[in-house]
Structures are given as structure tokens and as C-alpha cells.
């Protein structure tokens, strides 16, 4: 076997190594994903939170309470996803550029989850009507770009339906937080300084350092970087 071949087969089995972590990690994502997904205990801080803001606002939707840890549900979800295809591309070989677009997404999923149910600057957990905040501008700005992409496509179905959602979450927003600024929640999404209840929304870039920060301790410049490739 010459020197070549060697070197070949080491990379080979560094490949295979890469494509079964991929798996495993997507595996570890699931579990993460179900146990966000399910009813926590009763005594846990997600459920005395969840209950505390029911019995303070009992007239809104009735998940609201839990809503942070089912929408990071689904981020994390999104999460596994991009894990089994990053595996498939090592599978297949295919290591140019693909890879660096799906390990982006990977970052900003986690980003968007990271900020939904992560800690506060001092390490304490935020309070429900925090996490509400949290939430409901996730949701918003969600909703507020599919409208914007429904017009754009002209689709006037799609544009009603979005708009009725965005206007679920605003009456949300009326009797949680009543006289909410629009001033602070500008009509575009894409826009910075999003605040609401003393929670300000974090960008993608923000949102992967805290996820970057909390899962690695830190790592500065990380998204900026799969950004540059």
C-alpha cells in the first residue's frame, strides 16, 4: 500500500467518524426536541412559570405559557434535520462549499432557540411574562415576513390567512401587554432594536453567540465566519 492510499484511507474513516457524530447528534436533538415538546413535571420552573402566567392571564391563548418551549420544539427539530443532511453530504462525498451553508442554518436554529428559553446575562431564568415577550415577537416577526412574502407572490389567499395569524398574535399582545409600542415593534421584521417587556429580540448573528456562548462557552466570531464561506 503506498503512502497515498494510506493517507486516503485515514480520511476515509475521519469522514465515516464526522457522518455517525452527525447521526448521533441528530439523535440527541430529538430527545431534546420531545422532552421540549412534552408536559414538564409539575414542579419544574417551565411549568410553575406556564401556570403562574395561566392564573395572570387567563383570557389569553391557553398554551401561551408554554409557547417558548414549543416553538424551540420545532428550532430544534429543524436542528436534526440539518445534522442528517450535513451526514449525507459526507456520505456522499460532497465537501466543497455545500457543507458550510447547512452548519450556518444549523447556528441560526439554534440561535433562535438559545434566545426563546436560554438564561438572562447574570445566569437566572427569565420570568414567564419574559419568555411570553420572547415568544410573541418570534411569532410576530414570523408572521409579519410571511405576509410580506405572500404580497410579494401576490397570493391574496396566503396574504389573508397570514394576516389573521399576526393579528391573533397582536390581540395577544393587547391584553398581555397592553399599550405595547409599535414605535418598539417596527412593521418590518427585519429591522433592530425589537423590545418588548424589557426583552430585546436578538439578531441571527447575536442569537448563535448566546447559543455558541451557553453550548461551548464561548466562541467569538463564530457565525461571522460561516458567514464569510
Not at 437566572?124 to 419574559?130: G, I
Not at 410571511?146 to 391574496?156: I, N, S
Not at 389573521?164 to 429591522?191: A, C, H, M, Y
Request: glycine share 8%.
Amino acid at each position: 500500500m503506498s503512502a497515498q492510499d494510506s493517507s486516503d484511507d485515514g480520511l476515509a474513516k475521519q469522514l465515516d467518524e464526522l457522518a455517525y457524530q452527525c447521526r448521533s447528534l441528530w439523535s440527541a436533538w430529538e430527545v431534546v426536541a420531545a422532552g421540549l415538546g412534552s408536559t414538564a413535571p409539575a414542579e419544574s420552573p417551565a411549568a410553575l412559570y406556564a401556570d403562574a402566567f395561566t392564573r395572570e392571564h387567563p383570557t389569553v391563548t391557553s398554551n401561551l405559557g408554554w409557547a417558548s418551549g414549543q416553538l424551540g420544539t420545532r428550532f430544534v427539530a429543524g436542528m436534526g434535520a440539518h445534522v442528517l443532511a450535513l451526514a449525507a453530504l459526507i456520505d456522499q462525498r460532497e465537501l466543497r462549499l455545500s457543507e458550510w451553508a447547512v452548519i450556518r442554518a444549523e447556528l441560526e436554529m439554534g440561535g433562535r432557540v438559545a434566545w426563546l428559553i436560554g438564561p438572562l446575562k447574570d445566569g437566572s431564568w427569565p420570568t414567564s411574562d419574559a419568555r411570553v415577550a420572547r415568544v410573541l415577537m418570534e411569532l410576530l416577526a414570523d408572521g409579519r415576513r410571511h405576509v410580506r412574502a405572500a404580497e410579494a407572490r401576490k397570493d391574496t389567499t396566503a396574504r389573508n390567512a397570514y394576516r389573521e395569524g399576526v393579528r391573533k398574535v397582536e390581540q395577544d399582545l393587547d391584553t398581555v401587554f397592553p399599550g405595547w409600542d409599535l414605535q418598539s415593534i417596527p412593521e418590518n421584521p427585519d429591522l433592530p432594536a425589537w423590545e418588548l417587556h424589557g426583552e430585546k429580540r436578538v439578531g441571527l448573528s447575536a442569537g448563535v453567540k448566546l447559543f455558541a456562548d451557553l453550548s461551548f462557552g464561548r466562541a467569538p466570531g463564530l457565525y461571522d465566519a460561516f458567514s464569510l464561506l
